[in-house]
DNA sequence: CCTACCGATCGGTAGG
DNA sequence: CCTACCGATCGGTAGG
C-alpha cells in the first residue's frame, strides 16, 4: 500500500464545497491570466514539494481545475517546470539588471543586488528561484541549455559587481570561485531561512554585506 | 503515455547478461555487507535523480537484486533515505569532531574542516551529504527530527572554529549568520562543482580559506 | 476546460 | 532473497 499524497474521491462526484478557487469554464480573454496562475501555483508547490513530489492533479487543485485540464494550457509537466524557471529568471534578470543600471558606487550596489536576490529567492510569492536552485535535475537536457543560457547571464551581473568590489578594494580577489562563494551563501539562505524568523530581509542584506566586505567604514 | 524511466523487460525472463553486479541469494554473513551496498548505491541514485525520481527498482538493480528484495532489508523506501543520511552524517561528524580535537591553530583548523567537509561532500563515493542537503523535503517528519539533532551537533563544530577565527581577529563577527553564510558558500558547491572541472579539492579549499579570512600573512 | 479513461509504473507484500 | 502479484496513482489523451 501506498501512502496516499492526497484525498481521493470517488470519480462521479463533483467536488462541491471546498476552499479552493472556482472550478468552471474560463471567460474569454482570462485564458493568459490562467496560465499565469497555473506557473505560479506550480511554483509553490514544486518548491514545497520538489518537482517529481507534485502531481499534476495536485497542480490543477490548487487553481481550481479538474485533474486533466492543465494540459490545456501546458503540453507536459516539465513544460511547467520550464515556464516556471524561465518567467522566474526573466524576472530576477530585470530587477538585478536595473540595480547595475544605477550607478550607485560599488558598496551601495553590491547592497542592492544583494536585497534584490534575497526578495526572489526568499520573500513571499517567489517561489521561482528555488524552484530553480532545488529541481534543477529534473529538467531535460534541452531545457537546461535554454536555462544555463539565463542563468549565465545573472552570473554576469554579479561577476561584474564582484569586479567593482575588488576594484573598489573591498574585496581581495574577484575570481569566479569568488563570484561562487557569495552567490551560494546567499543561495544556500533558501534552505534555512524563516518568513517568521528573528531576522527580516533587510537585515540580512546588511549582516551579509558586513559580513564580505568589512564593516562599513564612517 | 508516460516517458519510461528504465528499460522494461518480461516479467518471466530472468535478466540474463547484464553490467550489474551478480543477482541470486546472498551467502550468510554478508546479510549487513549487502544492506551497505544498498545504502551506497541508493545514495549515489537519489544525488543523481533525486529521491522522488529514483524507484526502488534502480536501487535494487543497481546492486544485483530483483525489484522486491530491498524491502527483505528495508521495511520502506523512506527507511533506506533516512539511512543513506544518518549514516553519511555519522561519518562526517566523526571527521568533522576529529578536526576539532587535533589543536591546530584557528586558520589551520579552518582549513583542515573545510578540507574534511569538501571531501564528504564533493569526493566521488561521499553522496551522502549532497542527499541529505538537497533531499531534505522527503524526509517524514518523525525522520526529520533523527535528523536535526545530528545536523546539529555537526553546526555546533563549526560555531566552535567561528568563534575561535573570531578571537584570533581572523573574522569580524562570529554570529550564527556568519557560520551559514561560510557553510552555505561551501555546501552550494555541490551545485557547481565538476570532478573533471579546473580546481582540485585541495585549491578549492585553500582559496576558500584566503577568500573567508584575506590572504595568510607571512 | 470537463468527463472519462488508458497504459505504465510504483511501493510494497505473501509465500516460499 | 526470488516469484508473482496487488492496489493505487500518475502523466497524459480523446472527444466534446
Known sequence: MQPKRSDRRRPSVRPAA????????ARPGEEANRRGEIVRAAARLFREKGFDGTTVRDIARAVGMRS???FYHFETKQDILLAVMEEG???GLEATEAVLAAKLPPREKF???????LEILLDEGHDFIPVLLYDWRSLTRENR?????LKDRYD????QVVRELRRAGLLHTDSPLARLL???AINFMATWYRRDGALGLDEIADQTVDFFLGPAKR
Open 89 to 91: 529568471l526573466a524576472a
Open 68 to 70: 486533466g485540464s492543465p
Open 145 to 149: 541549455a535554454k536555462i544555463v543560457a
Open 182 to 184: 557569495v552567490l551560494g
Open 18 to 25: 471546498r476552499a479552493a478557487p472556482r472550478p468552471g469554464r
Open 111 to 117: 547592497r542592492a543586488l544583494v536585497r534584490a536576490h
Open 156 to 159: 554576469a551581473v554579479w561577476q
